[in-house]
T-cell receptor
């Protein structure tokens, strides 16, 4: 495996704390995405970015923030405003706006709020 | 509203039996649909896309606009097909995907 890396694999956080999940890709992809995966709900889009220094809210952006300062990096911050942050988080990337471009996924980070 | 529905959480079959994983969508326009698969301890990955009309690992999926369906089929299931399968719909002008809740396929020997 390679291409897209996410760290850490497991993350524990106390209530009220912000935490940042890392996502890095070396595929030279323009677009990057953050999804949240919950049992029985599939994947839901949190934020996406089509190009450096630009990003858009997805379907469940409340309580999350992102930045895209470099092409290869798209970190996700889970803030204390996120009411139910315990979940599995997946990062993905794709070449660009071509609708048939495959999205490549990272291994995921499991966040648990204690 | 744009939506993808996978009605079965779990599909359990015996090796050699035919498999059909159901996917229905709601979309106003010309849909672009995909099947993604996640094998145990592996990353989520693209299995096939309707535009390619391809067969991957023996799986096929036909877009039926009349029934708004994109069911995934395989005539003879193998144990290595056991995995989580997600149907996805491209949404909007960018390469955004709306995923269904997923169906776990379990193929027994």
């Amino acid at each position: 495996d390679g291409g897209i890396t996410q760290s850490p694999k497991y993350l524990f956080r106390k209530e009220g704390q912000n935490v940042t999940l890392s996502c890095e890709q070396n595929l030279n992809h323009d677009a990057m995405y953050w999804y949240r995966q919950d049992p029985g709900q599939g994947l839901r889009l949190i934020y996406y970015s089509q190009i450096v220094n630009d990003f858009q809210k997805g379907d469940i952006a409340e309580g999350y923030s992102v930045s895209r300062e470099k092409k290869e990096s798209f970190p996700l911050t889970v803030t204390s405003a996120q009411k139910n942050p315990t979940a599995f988080y997946l990062c993905a990337s794709s070449m660009g706006q071509n609708p048939y471009n495959e999205q490549f996924f990272g291994p995921g980070t499991r966040l648990t709020v204690l | 509203a744009q939506r993808v529905t996978q009605p079965e959480k779990l599909l359990s079959v015996f090796k050699g039996a035919p498999v059909e994983l159901k996917c229905n969508y709601s979309y106003s326009g010309s849909p672009e649909l995909f099947w993604y698969v996640q094998y145990s301890r592996q990353r989520l990955q693209l299995l096939l896309r309707h535009i390619s009309r391809e067969s991957i690992k023996g799986f096929t999926a036909d877009l039926n606009k009349g029934e708004t369906s994109f069911h995934l089929k395989k005539p003879f299931a193998q144990e290595e097909d056991s995995a989580m399968y997600y149907c996805a719909l491209k949404s909007g002008g960018y390469n955004k995907l709306i995923f269904g809740a997923g169906t776990r396929l379990a193929v027994h020997p």
